[in-house]
């Protein structure tokens, strides 16, 4: 490898021969009826594709529009839930269809799932088992056992489809919480390799055994050869809890686990962001136009802070809000120059404790805003429809401080993409000890705790009142460091182990055939 830094195509290099296969809940492209009767998006005038009413949506920044361009590049197939309402208008018999829609570089296999599956696996054991287990809050669990019934069935659907689409020299990629069987149920077909990464913490034994399928779930994933979290603590909580169960080794000086004949390493690939995208945007002119806009539109203070977050309880939003109300409350030299913008997204609203979630923040916003709000300025001020990238970028470049304050969260992109678009480098990252990125980038955060409340306020302070050199010297660090670990760098540094662990795996092999052949 050069030193260049890691692009797509350093991905597609290092899968050399080996077919790519992603798996993943969410699809990289979703074909939705449209009722103005639009064509279809993309297609570019020569006649393929083209669906009279039917819109394509793409994924606008996170991590499936960074993972589309690998797969372009090395071609291959991504299998993912048909969420879309026209996606079967659009597939052939096989559940595929070619995608980039205006120039196909490879095939998205859509998996078909019942509203009940949905209902059950990702509304249910996903985020009702899984996601508060993960997050170390067992108190929200909800362990319906039609759930786990659903959680299996659409696993088994998932694995279906990637048997399908694979051979015993493919690579399998699974992404995240929701496919914790798919990998046992795979390699009960195919000797392929199987790699799984696990976006969201994962908890100590104590907390991991609250849940009853605990065995199952770790079953499913060390079928896996590579298992990988964004940190080391979440590593080390793996191997806890897999030295937990009967039957399995766990070597902690290779960080692996030997189970069923098989052995998986456990590795963390602190995941990155598209850098460079984030900072052309925060550059663009587009971003500038939707900050002037947005600065007329509201009353704020001189000095702004930015929170952006699906509205999840693990963010630690009300949490935010009291720290926020100390924080006017005790002094009050900040009023009227201090703004709080909450960007805040409507998430899994089906889910009884997100909706209650909801109607908090809101209510509490009002309070607030009731409270300390003047006639010329508000306090916070809430937006909760879906920015466009450059509106994002506008304020995560104007932010004075950009305030991240989960209760737990497994890495958080909001605090690269705010460092990532900090043109003028003189903004400040508040950041709790409990986010996953903190293992990463505390050190040139101000560091707070989400439920000590007037630590918290005393915080704030200390970030606003860094000084200029002080806070360019925090932010040129954090830049360098979110630069050279970017998205490619991650998948790079994974692609670049399951290398390792394959030449491993071939001198091993060799081995064996020599002592047969000199015996
Ligand atoms: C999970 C883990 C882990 C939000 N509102 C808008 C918008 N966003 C984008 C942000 C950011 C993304 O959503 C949120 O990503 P996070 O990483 O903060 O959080 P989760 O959704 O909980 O993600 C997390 C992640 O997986 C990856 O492994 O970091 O710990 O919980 O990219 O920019 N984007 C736009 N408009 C919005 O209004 N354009």
């Known amino acids: 490898m050069t030193g260049e830094p890691p692009t797509a195509e350093t991905v597609s290099t290092l899968l050399e021969d080996r077919e790519l296969v992603i798996v993943s809940n969410r699809q990289p492209y979703s074909h939705e009826y449209d009722d103005d009767g639009n064509d279809w998006e993309g297609d570019d005038g020569d006649g393929r594709g083209d669906r009279d009413g039917i819109t394509v949506q793409r994924p606008a920044g996170g991590l499936t529009s960074a993972l589309d361009p690998v797969v372009q590049s090395a071609g291959g197939t991504w299998v993912a ?91 399998v990629w699974f992404q995240d919480y929701h496919l914790a069987l798919a990998p046992r149920m ?15 913490p994962w908890p100590s034994w104590d907390t991991f055994q609250t849940c009853p399928q605990y065995e199952h779930l770790l079953d499913g994933l060390l079928a896996n050869d590579l298992l990988a979290f964004h940190t080391h603590r979440y590593c080390q909580n793996f191997l806890d809890c897999a030295a937990m169960i009967p039957d399995t080794m766990v070597d902690r000086a290779t960080r692996s686990i030997v189970y069923d004949g098989r052995r998986t390493f456990v590795r963390s690939f602190p995941l990155g962001i598209d850098a460079d995208y984030r900072r052309e945007l925060a550059d663009s002119e587009d971003a500038t136009a939707f900050w002037r806009e947005f600065r007329e539109r509201h009353d704020l203070g001189e000095t702004l802070a930015v929170g952006v977050e699906r509205l999840d309880y693990t963010k630690g939003i009300p949490e935010r809000l009291a720290a926020l109300e100390e924080f006017w409350e005790t002094r009050p030299e900040w009023r009227e120059r201090f703004t709080y913008v909450q960007k805040a997204s409507e998430s899994r609203s089906r889910i009884p404790e997100y909706r209650e979630l909801q109607a908090e923040v809101e209510s509490e916003i009002e309070r607030l805003n009731d409270r300390f709000g003047t006639d010329d300025w508000t306090p916070v001020v809430y937006l909760n429809k879906f ?9 995560y470049r104007e932010a004075d401080l950009a305030i991240v304050s989960p209760r737990r969260d497994g890495m958080n992109l909001v605090v690269k993409e705010f460092v990532a678009s900090q043109v003028d480098e003189l903004g400040v990252l508040v950041l709790s000890e409990l986010a996953g990125a903190s293992e990463e980038l505390g050190d040139e955060a101000v560091s707070v705790h989400p439920h000590d409340t007037p630590g918290f306020a005393d915080a704030i302070e200390r970030a606003l009142s860094l000084p200029e050199s002080e806070r360019a010297r925090r932010m040129r660090d954090l830049g360098r460091q979110v630069r050279s670990n970017d998205v490619y760098a991650w998948m790079t540094a994974q692609f670049r182990t399951v290398e390792a662990i394959q030449r491993g795996r071939d001198v091993a092999a060799r081995s064996v055939q020599r002592q047969r052949y000199e015996q």
């Not at 795979?186 to 969201?200: K, L, N, P, S, T």
């Not at 920015?387 to 970028?393: C, D, M, N, Q, R």
């Open 81 to 171: 839930w048909a969420s879309g309402d026209a996606d079967d208008e659009v597939t052939d018999e096989n559940g595929r269809v070619g995608v980039p829609p205006e120039s196909p570089a490879y095939d998205l296999r859509r998996v078909r799932l019942s509203d009940k599956q949905v209902d059950g696996y990702y509304y249910g054991y996903s985020n009702q088992v899984l996601w508060p287990i993960c997050h170390v809050d067992p108190a929200k669990m909800n362990a319906d056992s039609d759930f786990w019934k659903q959680y299996r069935s659409a696993n088994r659907a998932f694995a279906d489809a990637v048997v399908e689409e694979t051979d015993d020299e493919s690579v």
């Open 387 to 395: 920015l466009p990238p450059e509106g994002l970028a506008a304020l």
């Open 186 to 200: 795979v390699r009960e077909e195919r000797d392929a390799f199987c790699m799984q990464f696990w976006h969201i």
